[in-house]
Each structure stands twice: as C-alpha cells, then as structure tokens.
C-alpha cells in the first residue's frame, strides 16, 4: 500500500471500476481495484486500518454461509467495513467448486449470497469472484440470469474493458513473494 501511495496510483471504489469499464468515466492515472477474496477476518483487523491510513478504496469478495466460524468477517464487520468505504460482493455461499455442483446447487451459491449481501448490507451485489477461479458454463449462465455485471476468475493480468465481463483477470498479491517481485508484476 505504501508503494501504491508513494507512487501515485489511485485506488477505485467498485462504482468508478464499473463506470471506467462501461466508458462512463475517465479512468485516473494509475487506477488500482484492490480486491480480497474470502473475507478473512484480517481483512478487517489488518486490511481495513492500513487502508484507512491511506485513504483506499477496497472490494471484499465474501462467503456470508462463514460468517459465523470466526476465521471469516461477520455480519457487524462487514457492515462497519461497508460503512468505512468498502464494497462486499459475493464469494459463493460456502466458497464451493462450483463445477463440481448440480445447476441448483451452484444456483442456491450464487443468488443466496447475492441476497444475503444486498439484505444485510443495503446495497447491490452484481460483481461475483469465482471461488478457486473455477466455473463452467452452467456458472456463467446463471451469472447472466441473475444480472451479474462482472466476474473475477484468477487468471493473471491487468483488468480491460476489452476482456469478457464474466472473465476479467487480477493480478495476484502472494504474500510469499518479494514487494519487487509483485512490483515487477504490477508494472509488466
Ligand atoms: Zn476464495
């Protein structure tokens, strides 16, 4: 995050990634959409306040069937995370593979956390991240059916507008590799 502060890249709010994608805004330089998968719990213990410090925009993709484990965000973290600037999209209810579920099974995944998200939080959730980057055509016709405007796979690369929306690329940060190394990967 300080790298990205340091060398003026703007981080988006799931809205300006939208209005960029669809031509309705004028992406600024160096635009970033922070995304985190999963909803940890450190997403909210860690993330949140180094974010704050920074005045960044972020994304969580959660699971709202974990939110009770303890080891995920709950329902207060989210809202407070929500209120703090964040947007909370859907992971799945339980972070299935979704290919490996019946068309109702993966059905039941995707619209209940859907619902869940926009219930609990207030707000729309249209934008899905494949847990383990995995789907099948049964995914992405449901996706279609339930209005989903993008979706997230873990394919690696800059995010364009001219990528399908259901199968836009990220960029991943692991947290074994060296700042220069993920440096290298934002810049390539
Ligand atoms: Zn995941």
Known sequence: MQYLSDNGYTT?????FTDIMEKKAA???KPVLLTFDDGYADNYEIAMPVLKKFNFKATVFMS?????DGHYINWD????MHAAGWDIQPHGMSHPHLP???AKQQAHEI???KTQIEQMLGTSADVFCYPYGERNQT?????????????FTIEQGVTTAEQKPLLLRRIFV????????WIAKLTQ
């Not at 988006?12 to 300006?16: A, E, G, P, S």
């Not at 995914?139 to 979706?151: D, G, H, P, Q, V």
């Not at 692991?174 to 190394?181: Q, S």
């Open 64 to 68: 709202p069937g974990m939110v009770d």
């Open 100 to 102: 490996k579920l019946t």
């Open 139 to 151: 995914t992405i016709r449901l996706l279609n059916e339930l209005k989903f405007r993008y979706a």
């Open 111 to 113: 619209s209940e956390a």
């Open 174 to 181: 692991n947290g074994k590799d060296t700042v220069e190394k």
């Open 27 to 29: 992406a600024p330089d």
């Open 77 to 80: 973290q989210a809202k407070e």
């Open 12 to 16: 988006l709010t799931l809205k300006q």
